[in-house]
């Protein structure tokens, strides 16, 4: 089991930057897969990024080439940089942690992307 807490959105302009953060309550040393997704109003939630515990990434077409998940598991954190943002990109991110195959999820933290 493990609580996460989402943190970092705000509003941003297009073409501009944010990270995202994922606080875990414990050690995510052992939690295999750790990733982030987002939902928009109306929409489903949608996968962007995961990432291994070797690190090995993953990345939705949407988002490859502009956000990067990374790890830290001396600090129990999960980022998701994210440049090069866009209006689509609108929604509240979710970090997600799969265990045994059972779902965590964080908070969100919403991001607005808008002149």
């Known amino acids: 089991q493990v609580q996460l807490v989402d943190s970092g959105g705000g509003l941003v302009q297009p073409g501009g930057s944010l990270r995202l953060s994922c606080a875990a309550s414990r050690s995510i040393f052992s939690i295999y ?3 982030w997704y987002r939902q928009a ?3 489903q939630r949608e996968f962007l990024a995961s990432i291994t515990t070797s690190s090995s ?3 939705a ?3 490859k080439g502009r956000f990067t998940i990374s790890r830290d598991n001396a600090g ?3 980022y998701l940089q994210m440049n090069s943002l866009r209006p689509e990109d609108t929604a509240v991110y ?3 942690a799969n265990i045994f195959d059972i779902n965590y999820w964080g908070q969100g933290t919403q991001v607005t992307v808008s002149s």
Do not use: E, F, L, R
Request: aromatic share 12%; hydrophobic share 30%; glycine share 6%.
């Open 41 to 43: 109003p109306g929409k």
């Open 76 to 78: 129990n954190t999960v």
């Open 94 to 96: 979710y970090c997600n």
């Open 61 to 63: 077409d949407s988002v």
């Open 57 to 59: 990434t993953n990345y």
């Open 33 to 35: 897969v750790m990733a």
